[in-house]
């Protein structure tokens, strides 16, 4: 089968032809019918998260189980999203109730088939999506309705459950209560999605990039703000002078984290979303930690069970109830993902998403 692969450190990603394995006793065999390209891929490529190589990019998807192997309860021909970090429900974290939090899910590559010239594979967080088929333990499948547009239903496993989750589950974000998100890809959009549904007010959108404005609107803010010099002093405009209540940082850098602290108002929160790189160090003084009384946590998946809150957002996304269009910059093929990075590298559009025949 076909799939996109890297082979190093820094090298351009393309199409190979490579081997998988037969599903094993609690595995399936998924036809991938579509896969998001998220900046996680981007962080695979450059080695920020130290994976190894030859490596099969992606980790967001959907598709159609194609073949059972022994012990497993799906059916061939299920519908399913694909869940890059399945909670093995017997860890200290599973059992005090966060899976997210998973020991199991510490690996940012897992060895999985081989090239078409016999080397040994890796696969993007046990998943490798961006792939025409994919091996995965049943528990990494996570079923849903048929019927749902699959660019959209791949965003439920990664971008959508993460923005939702850190809105939900890990600020709790009330109505009425400000909101500022720094970063508008696919993630920033997702968390203003669900500000909006939570129903937050005002719902500021901040990016470097004005072209990212419409998205951004689109997606739920009620406002839209450069990232530069004067943001502080906008957001204050908005929000009585204080700052937001709760400030969203979706890009994973020590100075987009900083704005989001400057933003936000005493005893409010952040919650930093974006995955950034261990160099990349914060400093905050000692003092106004202390005197702002401000929180900032970070928001790993979404502080989500996907097992329970996957089916939750397929089935409003079934029933009209969620709208994830304005998170789906375009879809491409797989001999077009390649430049689909390169684009979402320039910060172009939200989520690129590349889609599959049936």
Not at 240 to 254: I, L, M, P
Request: glycine share 12%.
């Amino acid at each position: 089968m076909r799939a996109l692969v890297v082979r190093g450190r820094g090298a351009a990603p393309a199409v190979e032809e490579v081997r998988l394995p037969a599903p094993g006793p609690g595995e399936l065999r998924v036809r991938i019918r579509a896969a998001g390209i998220c900046h996680s891929d981007l962080a695979m490529v450059d080695g920020t998260l130290a994976p190894a190589y030859p490596l099969v990019l992606g980790h967001e998807a959907t598709g159609v189980v194609a073949e059972a192997g022994p012990g497993t309860r799906l059916a061939v021909g299920t519908p399913v999203v694909l869940n890059w970090a399945p909670a093995c429900r017997d860890c200290w974290h599973c059992r005090h109730g966060e899976p997210w939090l998973c020991a199991a899910n510490t690996a940012a590559s897992v060895a999985r088939g081989e090239t078409a010239t016999g080397e040994p594979l890796q696969v993007t967080l046990g998943l490798g999506a961006l792939a025409e088929e994919v091996v995965v333990p049943e528990r990494a499948a996570v079923p849903v309705p048929s019927g749902l547009p699959p660019a959209e239903a791949a965003l439920l496993g990664c971008a959508v459950l993460t923005g939702t989750g850190a809105v939900r589950n890990t600020a709790r974000v009330a109505a009425g209560e400000s909101v500022a998100v720094i970063g508008l890809g696919g993630v920033g959009l997702a968390v203003l999605t669900a500000a909006r549904r939570a129903g937050a007010s005002p719902i500021l959108a901040v990016d470097v990039v004005e072209a990212k404005r419409d998205l951004a609107l689109a997606a739920g803010a009620t406002d839209f703000l450069r990232s530069d010099d004067t943001l502080g002093k906008e957001v204050r405009a908005r929000t009585g002078g204080r700052g937001v209540d709760h400030a969203f940082e979706c890009v994973g850098r020590a100075a987009t984290i900083r704005a989001g602290w400057r933003v936000t108002r005493r005893g409010g929160a952040v919650t930093v979303v974006g995955m950034g790189g261990k160099d990349d160090l914060l400093s905050l003084s000692a003092l106004d930690i202390f005197h702002s009384a401000r929180t900032l946590r970070s928001s790993v998946y979404g502080s989500t069970d996907p097992d329970r809150e996957v089916p939750e957002l397929a089935a409003a996304l079934a029933a009209g109830d969620l709208d994830l269009a304005p998170l789906v910059s375009g879809t491409v093929s797989l001999a077009e993902a390649p430049a689909a990075l390169e684009r979402l590298a320039r910060g172009e559009g939200a989520r690129w998403v590349v889609t599959f025949p049936d």
